[in-house]
Antibody, heavy 121, light 110 residues
Framework: QLQLQESGPRLVKPSETLSLTCTVS??????????WGWVRQSPGKGLEWIGS???????SYNPSLRSRVTISIDTSESQFSLSLSSVTTADTAVYYC?????????????WGQGTMVTVSS | QAALTQPASVSGSPGQSITMSCTGT?????????VSWYQQHPGKAPKLLIY???YRPSGASDRFSGSKSGSTASLTISGLQAEDEGDYYC??????????FGGGTRLTVL
């Protein structure tokens, strides 16, 4: 069964770059069955889509974050990554990676457990 | 890309049915049949309940059902149970290959 696991620093300083990796298990990332995406949730707030990537490297980003976000993929390592630059305290959140079913940017079907990232000096 | 609008809270008693709404625009729910619903318990990752407006993924309870009318989607939970208490989020595909979420609805089982 498909599983996802986030990893990366839990504390990032303001103005620096937040970097997270999602490791995918039990499925080949080159499958056309899934897009791969990132979603975040600020403390006590709702969900926010950050962006998504296909195994070909094709990406789509939330317009409100596009200028600061880069999502990349390494299918040989079964990983995809998130980079968010120039972070502020407003970027403090639980970051989830997830698969998007049917190879389309529509629905997140399998989620990682999430990782809390705090932006603080 | 504005967030979808959900009521902050709904409540119901065990055994009852409740319906919660998710209102979008003519750029998302109004023109696409790609609404999803997620359940989230405290400290846990969201769980998919409904996709493409009315479809349940394998393993999702048939007590959950979805519908849509115009730019408003709805989630109905029948036979309300204590374990249904939690937060519910809708999402929709939006123009230019993007996804937008609602602000979430807190369900309280009385």
């Amino acid at each position: 069964q498909l599983q996802l696991q986030e990893s990366g620093p839990r504390l990032v300083k303001p103005s620096e770059t937040l970097s997270l990796t999602c490791t995918v298990s039990n499925v080949r990332m080159t499958t056309t069955t899934y897009y791969w995406g990132w979603v975040r949730q600020s403390p006590g707030k709702g969900l926010e889509w950050i962006g998504s990537i296909f195994h070909t490297g094709k990406t789509s980003y939330n317009p409100s974050l596009r200028s600061r976000v880069t999502i990349s993929i390494d299918t040989s390592e079964s990983q995809f990554s998130l980079s968010l630059s120039s972070v502020t305290t407003a970027d403090t959140a639980v970051y989830y990676c997830a698969s998007m079913m049917h190879g389309l940017i529509r629905t997140f079907d399998i989620w990682g457990q999430g990782t809390m990232v705090t932006v603080s000096s | 890309q504005a967030a979808l609008t959900q009521p902050a809270s709904v409540s119901g008693s065990p055994g009852q049915s409740i319906t919660m709404s998710c209102t979008g625009t003519s750029s998302d729910i109004g023109i696409y049949e790609y609404v999803s619903w997620y359940q989230q318990h405290p400290g846990k990752a969201p769980k998919l309940l409904i996709y493409d407006v009315t479809y349940r993924p394998s393993g999702a309870s048939d007590r959950f059902s979805g519908s849509k009318s115009g730019s408003t989607a709805s989630l109905t939970i029948s036979g309300l149970q204590a374990e249904d208490e939690g937060d519910y989020y809708c999402s929709s595909y939006s123009s230019s290959s993007t996804v937008v979420f609602g602000g979430g609805t807190r369900l309280t089982v009385l």
